[in-house]
Structures are given as structure tokens and as C-alpha cells.
């Protein structure tokens, strides 16, 4: 069965630290597919990232970077000198193939408050 | 172009009484998902349409929901006999084919409380 564990519910930093949210997942497939979503107070989610299993490059877009290792089964995100307007719910979820198509499923997320 | 949208914003009922959510995707998105999400937890499926069928309904919790897509554009999520425990964020969410890869772009939901 698939599962998506964030063990740390709230982060607290000041601004221009740095700062590193874990993901780690459970599937029993070799084709599946992670994603980091953002969730700021208006509560709309926003697509961060998306990386399919067959890639493990890491990928940075200006100060959000991203870890992925298959062989833990983890794909960290990394804010770089974090900025107030980073405070918001971030949610890693894992997509694979289901009973009709592909079902996410996603982690219970982490609260990040960056203060300034 | 508009984005996911989900009427209404928020909805307060009463235990026992019927309600529908519907929601509206992005245009010519065929793959449409209803999530449910509870206070300081992560989006929960529900189910998964593809066109005008159900794809997976895995996700439904039991018999009193159900969710329709008839034209296969504009979805509507029915609940009947609420239960206080119903009381969450029900998001929607469309992609354009439902490919595992694919973005899902997410409506900003629908606050349900029941009372």
C-alpha cells in the first residue's frame, strides 16, 4: 500500500535561514511519481515539483531545491534563505497507478512559520 | 484562463440533511478528483473521474456520498444524512488526461460544517 509519512508537523525559522521539510514514501511500484504542493493561508494548493521515479536528478529552482534517494525512499525539500511570504502548509504526495488510473495520495503536510 | 472553481465556498448545515458540492474544471480537462480534508491533515482522495465515470471511488467513505459528472466537464459531490463528522474541506481538483505525472490544479474548495 502506498503511504506518505511527514514526521515534522510545524517548523518554526526565522527569516534567511534555511530550512529542510522530509518526505518519505511507501509504494510497492516501480512507476510512480512525487510531488510537493504549497497551501498558504487562502488555502488553495499550488503545484511545487513533480519527479518520476525513474529520475533522481535534484533539481533546484531559485531557493527551493529538492532531494530525492530512492534508496530511502525519500524527497526532501530545501528552502534556501527563507522569506515570510514561505510561511504557508507544504504537502508531499505520491502518485501511482490505482484501480482506474493514477490515485495520489498525500502526506499529512508541514506547517512552516517563518517569522521575521 | 479560469481556473478550478467549486461552489459554494462554504456551506453550514444541519446533522442529518442532504447537501451537493459541485465544482467546475478547467476547461477541456478530462480527469476530475474530489479530495476531502480535514483540520491539520493532508488531502484525503475520494474519488477520480475520468470523462463522465468513475474511474476509482476507493477513496468514498461510505454509501451516504456520491459524486456525478454526467456531462463530463462540471462534477457535483452528494451527500446525504450529514454527519458532524463530515465537517471538513472538500477540494476538487482537474489534469488534463489524469496521467500519473500530470499537475493536478486544485479548486480552493468547499467549508462544510455540520451542526
Known amino acids: 500500500a502506498q503511504k506518505v509519512t511527514q514526521a515534522q508537523t510545524e517548523i518554526s525559522v526565522v527569516e534567511k535561514e534555511d530550512v529542510t521539510l522530509d518526505c518519505v514514501y511507501e509504494?510497492?511500484?516501480?512507476?510512480?511519481?512525487l510531488f510537493w504542493y504549497k497551501q498558504p493561508p487562502s488555502g488553495e494548493l499550488v503545484f511545487l515539483i513533480r519527479r518520476n521515479s525513474f529520475d533522481e536528478q535534484n533539481e533546484i529552482s531559485g531557493r527551493y531545491s529538492w532531494n530525492f534517494q530512492k534508496s530511502t525512499s525519500s524527497f526532501n525539500f530545501t528552502i534556501t534563505a527563507s522569506q515570510v511570504v514561505d510561511s504557508a502548509v507544504y504537502f508531499c504526495?505520491?502518485?501511482?497507478?490505482?484501480?482506474?488510473?493514477?490515485?495520489?495520495?498525500f502526506g499529512a503536510g508541514t506547517r512552516l512559520f517563518v517569522k521575521a | 484562463g479560469a481556473g478550478v472553481s467549486q461552489t459554494p465556498s462554504n456551506k453550514v448545515t444541519e446533522k442529518g440533511k442532504y447537501v451537493e458540492l459541485r465544482c467546475d474544471p478547467i476547461s477541456g480537462h478530462t480527469a476530475l478528483y474530489w479530495y476531502r480534508q480535514s483540520l491539520g491533515q493532508g488531502p484525503e482522495f475520494l474519488i477520480y473521474f475520468q470523462g463522465t465515470g468513475a474511474a476509482d471511488d476507493s477513496g468514498l467513505p461510505n454509501d451516504r456520498f456520491f459524486a456525478v459528472r454526467p456531462e463530463g466537464s462540471v462534477s457535483t459531490l452528494k451527500i446525504q444524512r450529514t454527519e458532524r463528522g463530515d465537517s471538513a474541506v472538500y477540494l476538487c481538483a482537474s489534469s488534463l488526461t489524469g496521467r500519473g505525472w500530470e499537475t493536478q490544479y486544485f479548486g480552493p474548495g468547499t467549508r462544510l460544517l455540520v451542526l
Open positions: 504526495a505520491l502518485s501511482e497507478a490505482g484501480t482506474g488510473g493514477f490515485k495520489t495520495i
Open positions: 509504494t510497492r511500484d516501480t512507476t510512480y511519481y
